[in-house]
């Protein structure tokens, strides 16, 4: 079946401008959680939702980051007034609800931004 | 919270030689363990993890790990590597408990040369 879905693959935007990144999970499964990775910090967590429950922000390093999660599914990442720091591939993962293979992330290809 | 180390950034080897990658990790509570690999312009692909039982796990591609609790290791390990195991290896810990964030090492670039 289809994998994790992201787009756009790349994304090149000034300084200051909004962007907004997609990721589609795997049919079915029901966490899907945003990472960064960038030169300077590796991979980071970002955000994770699970379900209808409220998701966990902790990894957002700042309030012009944000994500929703429509209907279970999709998921987009804004980042407003972006800076050059933000330049990063941004990496969306899933991973379903039962048994051992809820703890297996499944990650795709990634988006990758550069701010100018 | 729970940390990785990948005590080497580089590792260069020739084609048909074993090579292992050093994880270690740190953490106040039971964890599970993983190993990544990521191919250039590409995503992470699981290679093995690390959940429960046999503390020998065997993965894609010929790779194998071993969990070590009393010296907090997930060391990966492949007896004979191909020019196509070229890539970007990171280890990755999550908590057991209701916590499936990943913490990752900060990855290990293996350069297989003929």
């Known amino acids: 079946g289809a994998g994790v879905s992201q787009s756009p693959s790349n994304k090149v935007t000034e300084k200051g401008k909004d962007v907004e990144l997609r990721c589609d999970p795997i049919s079915g499964h029901t966490a899907l959680y945003w990472y960064r990775q960038s030169l300077g910090q590796g991979l980071e967590f970002l955000i994770y939702f699970q379900g209808n429950s409220a998701p966990d922000k902790s990894g957002l390093p700042s309030d012009r980051f944000s994500a929703e999660r429509t209907g279970g599914s999709v998921s987009t990442l804004t980042i407003q007034r972006t800076q050059q720091e933000d330049s990063a591939v941004y990496l969306c993962?899933?991973?379903?609800?039962?048994?051992?293979?809820?703890?297996?992330?499944?990650f795709g290809a990634g988006t990758r931004l550069s701010v100018l | 919270a729970q940390s990785v180390t990948q005590l080497d950034s580089q590792v260069p080897v020739f084609e048909e030689a074993p090579v292992e990658l050093r994880c270690n990790y740190s953490?106040?509570?039971?964890?599970?363990l993983f190993w990544y690999v990521q191919y250039p312009n590409q995503g992470l692909q699981l290679l093995l993890k690390y959940l429960s039982g046999s503390t020998l796990v065997k993965g894609i591609n010929g790779f194998e790990a071993e969990f070590n609790k009393s010296q907090t290791s997930f060391h990966l390990r492949k007896p004979s590597v191909h020019i196509s195991d070229t890539a970007e290896y990171f280890c990755?810990?999550?908590?057991?408990?209701?916590?499936?964030?990943?913490?990752f090492g900060a990855g290990t670039t293996v350069t297989v040369r003929a």
């Open positions: 993962a899933s991973s379903p609800s039962g048994g051992e293979a809820k703890n297996i992330q499944y």
């Open positions: 990755a810990v999550s908590a057991v408990s209701n916590d499936y964030k990943l913490s």
């Open positions: 953490s106040s509570v039971s964890v599970y």
